[in-house]
């Protein structure tokens, strides 16, 4: 997995950023699972698929035939942790507190994500590209591939913990989705 050199946001203080991102042309991805390093830990040899990617018709196309939709995320987003959690040593555990390793498959270009900020400047990282991925990652990758992206970072100074606004901005886009649903019967829903 790579990431990206942290991103500094000059304005950002205590406060919340949104992000946004587009992707840009890959043309393979990879998948591998590996002896206990997925859901059904069989104890197999290493099992690694390569599969094309066509950008331009938005699909991919794996070795045994068939055609998959795309739907490029990054699996990888965070802001910098609290000082005093330490150097972090992986990317590969997701943290509450200021993000990581999402694998959010519905974080696709065009969304909004609210991180917390703990430290002056953010310092954002994001990495882990995927062409597509299922609910999960069952055997331990998904279809991981190369991605650049554009960003645009904001500073929001909610009125409301960072949490609590995320769930009220969940709130809205479940009303947005779903008029006929009352707010308070989506709120059971998350």
Known sequence: MSLFTPMQTHTAACGCSSLRFSPTTWYWAWTISRPYGGALEWRVPPHLRHTRLDARAGVARPPWGGELDLRPFFGVMATAPPVGFGRQQSSIPPRNEFGGNLDCKELVAGSTLYLPVHVAGAM??????????????????????????????????????????ALEAMLDWLGELRPAVDRRDAYMLL
């Open 124 to 165: 954002f990282v994001v990495g882990d590209g995927h062409a597509r991925q299922g609910d999960g990652e069952c055997c331990g990758t998904a279809l991981e591939t190369c991605l650049a992206g554009a960003f645009r970072l904001s500073v929001v100074k909610p009125s409301l913990p960072p949490s609590l606004a």
